[in-house]
């Protein structure tokens, strides 16, 4: 990759090139702006790869079940791809855990691909970049990607905004066995799993959010998809293959019902869009103060002439 643009970059990506796919991330988590004319490119050819995200609090063992489901995965001859996004560095702004850490058994196999990006504080658990990396994965062909969020305790809603199946994970010692259900999750949420289910209380919170989803089922379309509460063990690797079986039936359930499907999809893309018109307006914001008519917009806004809304009608209406 040299430093412009290239019809290539999006062509070697879309042959699996791993070697494009980290430095197209790297500069992606850099805000080079080189990179949007090659997302543009990909995106066109992505959307053929199911999504699977992976979220709970702090401690559940996300990082413990992602690893297990790898090796199940490609123990069943599936090229894998993961995301991971970890709290960010206080000093560096990178990533804490770094994916050779985390993962290191798979690091060698040419069917893995996995890929550590840092939060840097963004809430909803996934960084800002995740969205555009998730793009280039997708368009490599992968027969799968998985998205392991940061545990950021409820704030974690974000990875609805890029995955097809949100798996979110608690455990017996999660506190308020009905935290997430709660918290509108339950809305989120494509299945519930009770990791750590050995331990005390397991079978307590596996019924408290069975009873909670069962209590909002009635308020659910009658052809949309059952949420269920599994329970697994991950470092043992108990209950795993039970866990890919259910998330891929959700799979196959969007397949088959097309329009929720599309349901879903237009929901994500109204917020993708959302955030780089955010994006947008951020860059325009931070190169405003040079612009004469901002600065005197700014000027009424001190001296209480206008007030902060009316100027920043101003502002997007210039930028029309």
């Known amino acids: 990759m040299n430093g412009s643009a290239s019809p290539n970059w999006a062509a070697a990506l879309c042959t699996g090139d791993v070697r494009t796919a980290a430095r197209m991330i790297s500069r992606i ?11 543009a490119a990909l995106y066109a050819r992505g959307g053929h790869t199911p999504v699977f995200g992976i979220t709970g609090p ?3 063992g996300k990082s413990t079940l992602v690893d297990q489901m790898l090796a199940r995965l490609r123990a069943g001859g599936r ?9 960010s560095s206080p000093y560096s702004g990178g990533a804490i855990l770094g994916d050779r850490v985390r993962m290191g058994r798979h690091n060698s196999d040419p069917g893995v691909f996995i890929r550590s990006m840092a939060a840097r504080g963004r809430l909803g658990g996934l960084a800002r970049a995740a969205g555009d990396a998730l793009q280039v994965l997708d368009a490599m062909g992968w027969d799968a990607i998985l998205v392991e969020t940061v545990g950021v305790g409820q704030n974690e809603i974000d990875v609805v905004r890029h995955a097809d199946t949100v ?15 709660k918290a509108g999750l339950s809305e989120v949420g494509d ?35 059952n949420v269920p509460v ?9 209950g795993v ?8 039936a959700h799979h196959h359930h969007l397949v088959t019902h097309p329009e929720q499907k599309a349901r879903r999809r237009r929901t994500q893309v109204r917020a993708q869009i959302a955030d780089r018109v955010a994006e947008l307006l951020r860059r325009a914001h931070e190169t405003a ?19 902060p809304m009316t100027a920043a009608r101003r502002f997007v209406a210039g930028l029309a």
């Open 241 to 248: 293959d039970e866990l890919l079986a259910v998330m891929w």
């Open 29 to 39: 988590e850099a805000a080079d702006p080189v990179v949007e004319t090659v997302l």
């Open 79 to 87: 090229r894998v791809a993961v995301l991971a996004v970890d709290p």
């Open 191 to 225: 299945l519930f799993v009770v990791n750590k289910s050995d331990a005390p209380g397991a079978d307590r919170i596996v019924a408290a959010l069975r009873e909670a989803l069962e209590a909002q089922a009635h308020v659910r379309d009658p052809e949309r998809w």
């Open 58 to 60: 702090p401690g559940a």
């Open 167 to 181: 798996v979110i994970l608690q455990t017996p010692s999660s506190g308020d066995e009905l935290q997430a259900v």
């Open 230 to 238: 599994l329970k697994t063990q991950a470092v043992e690797g108990i």
């Open 289 to 307: 103060p040079e612009e004469a008519g901002f600065a005197r917009w700014l000027e009424d806004v001190v001296e209480r002439r206008s007030d």
